[in-house]
């Protein structure tokens, strides 16, 4: 995804490791418009992605992603900043290090 590209996903390509930093799975596709369960907005920031969940959404900190197989081993990619769905308040990825 260029840098300034915005789109959705599905709000469990999101995962929280042991040091509660945000990441997203490099494994999940995106789509240009909010449909179905792909209601979570992300954009390509320079240094990695800003994230929007279109509602509260519950992330515990796990020792790898949730999936079997293959997708287990997926590529992460940072989230820099995350907004509250319900406040739109910023919470900086650098608060969560």
């Known amino acids: 995804m ?3 590209e915005k789109g959705f996903t599905v709000p469990w390509a999101m995962w929280v490791d042991q040091e509660t930093r945000y990441w997203l799975r490099a ?3 995106t789509i ?3 449909s179905g369960t792909s209601s979570m907005l ?3 920031l320079e240094e990695g992605f800003r994230v929007r969940p279109e509602r509260p959404h519950d992330y515990y900190a796990f020792s ?3 999936s ?3 997708a287990r081993h997926c590529e ?3 989230v820099v900043e995350l907004i509250a769905p319900d406040t739109a308040a910023h919470l900086s990825s650098a608060d969560n290090t």
């Open 64 to 66: 790898k992603p949730a």
């Open 76 to 78: 992460l990619l940072p």
């Open 68 to 70: 079997s197989g293959p």
């Open 2 to 4: 260029p840098v300034g």
């Open 32 to 34: 240009p418009e909010k």
């Open 27 to 29: 494994d999940f596709t």
């Open 42 to 44: 992300i954009e390509r």
